[in-house]
């Protein structure tokens, strides 16, 4: 769950670690809420509930009544209940396998994390922790599609751990600390195990001293992958002056480039791209909003497309014309991904797995972290392309 009144929240953690003074900077800036928040939120809470249910902390009734709750919201489908449902399937083989160990671990869920030990005013959410003998782990769901998160080296999870093993380390002797993540919609699960004097370390060595910079706004600005999730990434100095640095290419005087530059053309091309799309969305949105102008550029009516006032109005007014219904409308199969949320995820695999086919995909450049694997030939890739 999103740590709400944290200043130096964890979820924000992989920021303000390597661009402290970004904390101040973003105080100009509103917080906001996207649907995709929205969406995890409802996750959370039928996760929550779940659990909950499978551990025998609520009534049957209870459940239903909260279910139902749920249910109403306008983020939940039956292919988020099944997702939810792989979600705590994991988790409790994961508290099975405790148990086999450790005959009564202590299960906890949602549970509130202080580390603010090292980061004033820090906290956050554990979606579950598991305390049991010599190793306390910390679950974490990631119910977003859009990139696999990984909890290795991870900020926000190392945080929950060092929250959570203050917590319980005067009552059991802890002596390594597991985070995991979750990602159900991704099909990704994975973990970090790190000792207690490793952890402890990297938050005495890491955390505290830029916590304590991120605090009072000092530090040093340091443009990066972190930026994406920064709320002054538009207007940042530290990252126009990485990007324009990008742009500046040291062309050679050769007619052709050389392989190298187009290699490293490309990998500045990516980041630019995002960098523009980043000012753009900001300077449209001071403009509409503020009325904001911009040298150079004006505010105008962007392209539209017609459309009928009464879909139900036009019918009538055609077949009062003399025209048949028939001619009026087109019948269309829902697409893949439409029609798995409308039967649900497992209904559609069991019913329609033998009707689906995924074909390999067109092949594209891609930096060389990404996780899909390389084409094997060039070959292979020349047939795909043609």
């Known amino acids: 769950m999103p740590d709400v009144h944290a200043k130096l929240s964890a ?19 509103p917080d906001s809420c996207s649907s995709y928040a929205e969406e995890g939120t409802t996750a959370h809470s039928l996760a929550e509930l779940l659990l909950r249910y499978n551990n025998n902390e609520i009534s049957k009734k209870t459940y239903t009544t909260r279910f139902n709750k749920i249910k109403k919201n306008e983020y939940y489908n039956q292919e988020m209940l099944e997702y939810i449902e792989d979600y705590a399937h994991t988790v409790w083989e994961i508290i099975n396998e405790v148990k086999k160990k450790c005959g009564d671990p202590e299960i906890l869920f949602e549970q509130r994390l202080d580390f603010s030990e090292y980061v004033p005013g820090g906290f956050g959410t554990g979606d579950v922790v598991i305390v049991a003998d010599g190793t306390l782990r910390v679950i974490d769901l990631k119910y977003g599609k859009g990139v696999g998160v990984s909890a290795e080296e991870n900020p926000q999870l190392r945080l929950y751990g060092i929250g959570a ?21 991704l099909d990704n699960t ?39 999730f920064c709320k002054a990434k538009a207007v ?8 324009l640095e990008l742009a500046r290419f040291d062309l050679r005087d050769a007619d052709k480039l050389e392989d190298w530059e187009i290699g490293e053309v490309l990998q500045r091309a990516e980041e630019l791209k995002s960098w523009a799309k980043d000012i753009g969305d900001y300077a449209l949105e001071e403009a509409v909003k503020h009325g904001k102008k911009w040298e150079g550029w004006k505010l105008v009516e962007g392209r539209s497309n017609r459309k009928y006032v009464d879909e139900t109005k036009v019918a009538t007014a055609l077949k009062d014309a003399g025209y048949e219904e028939a001619i009026l409308y087109e019948r269309k199969m829902l697409g893949i991904t439409a029609m798995e949320k409308v039967v649900g995820k497992k209904t559609f695999t069991s019913t329609l797995g033998d009707l689906i086919e995924k074909p390999p995909g067109k092949p594209v450049l891609a930096p060389e972290n990404d996780t899909r694997p390389e084409l094997n030939t060039a070959e292979s890739a020349k047939e795909d392309f043609e």
């Open 11 to 29: 979820s924000g953690a992989a920021r303000w670690i390597n661009c402290p003074p970004s904390v101040h900077l973003e105080r100009e800036f």
């Open 165 to 185: 093993y203050l917590e319980y380390s005067l009552l059991y002797d802890i002596q390594e600390v597991s985070t995991t993540i979750i990602q159900p919609r």
């Open 190 to 228: 994975s973990t970090e195990i790190l000792t207690a004097d490793e952890l402890i370390g990297w938050a005495e060595e890491v955390v505290r001293p830029k916590a304590a910079q991120a605090e009072v706004g000092e530090g040093e600005y340091l443009a990066g992958d972190h930026c994406k």
């Open 236 to 243: 940042c100095r530290a990252r126009a002056d990485q990007n």
